[in-house]
């Protein structure tokens, strides 16, 4: 099967300087074919930031950057579409929105984008980062599946073993009546992929 028959699942973020256009920007992508699967208005802690950005974390503007994703809400969305990541690539347009607005002028980054740091809205710019993207703001999404034992193994470690492990440890510590549920309270709340959400209203 060809690729851009597949059906995938992409990420989309409609960042702070952009959020009163959120009407507009969702509109926008669902007439370009995209489903809203799940979404949600965020507001993000610094350490969240850090946490997402963490690849950009030398950048000399990464401070500004923590700031700038922290000075208001978030919206967050899950979509789907076949060959989705490219299909919202091509929708949002260059990452600067003054190429955007010579190259692609309908794109929504022309229209909603000031610059290139300020550019308005976030994207997945490959399955690989989509997948991953989905995971931290939707925990609970459904995701495709694992690919191989390998994989599995680098999830574990990196996502799963260093929260399980200061649960457990706290659990020793504690010595609760009933450990099963309290280490499972202990989990929801100490999850570091759990951003605070605040209630949609009417845009």
């Given at each position: 099967?060809?690729?851009?028959?597949?059906?995938e699942?992409?990420?989309?973020?409609?960042?702070?300087?952009?959020?009163?256009?959120?009407?507009?920007?969702?509109?926008?992508?669902i007439?370009?074919?995209?489903?809203?699967?799940?979404?949600?208005?965020?507001?993000?802690?610094?350490?969240?930031?850090?946490e997402?950005?963490?690849?950009?974390e030398?950048?000399?503007?990464?401070?500004?950057?923590?700031?700038?994703?922290?000075?208001?809400?978030?919206?967050?969305?899950?979509l789907s579409?076949k060959?989705?990541?490219?299909?919202?690539?091509?929708?949002?347009?260059?990452?600067?929105?003054?190429?955007?607005?010579?190259?692609?002028?309908?794109s929504?980054?022309?229209?909603?984008?000031?610059?290139?740091?300020?550019?308005?809205?976030?994207?997945s710019?490959?399955?690989?980062?989509?997948?991953k993207e989905?995971?931290?703001?939707?925990?609970?999404?459904?995701?495709?599946?694992?690919?191989?034992?390998?994989?599995?193994?680098?999830?574990?470690?990196?996502?799963?073993?260093p929260?399980l492990?200061?649960?457990?440890?706290?659990?020793?510590?504690?010595?609760?009546?009933?450990p099963?549920?309290?280490?499972?309270?202990?989990?929801?709340?100490?999850?570091?992929?759990?951003?605070?959400?605040?209630?949609?209203?009417?845009?």
């Amino acid at each position: 099967m060809e690729m851009e028959n597949i059906i995938e699942k992409t990420l989309v973020i409609i960042k702070p300087d952009a959020i009163e256009y959120a009407n507009q920007i969702e509109w926008a992508i669902i007439d370009a074919g995209f489903t809203i699967l799940n979404k949600s208005r965020i507001l993000l802690t610094d350490e969240q930031v850090f946490e997402f950005y963490k690849d950009y974390e030398e950048n000399e503007n990464f401070n500004k950057l923590v700031e700038y994703m922290t000075s208001g809400p978030i919206i967050v969305m899950i979509l789907s579409k076949k060959d989705a990541v490219n299909a919202l690539l091509e929708c949002l347009g260059p990452s600067d929105p003054e190429v955007a607005r010579e190259q692609n002028p309908k794109s929504l980054r022309a229209k909603y984008g000031k610059d290139a740091f300020y550019n308005g809205i976030h994207c997945s710019s490959s399955y690989e980062e989509a997948r991953k993207e989905i995971g931290f703001f939707f925990s609970n999404a459904i995701i495709d599946p694992l690919t191989d034992r390998e994989e599995v193994r680098q999830f574990l470690e990196k996502e799963l073993y260093p929260v399980l492990t200061l649960g457990l440890t706290q659990l020793c510590k504690e010595k609760p009546e009933d450990p099963i549920l309290w280490l499972g309270n202990w989990l929801l709340k100490n999850n570091p992929n759990t951003p605070i959400i605040i209630e949609a209203d009417n845009e």
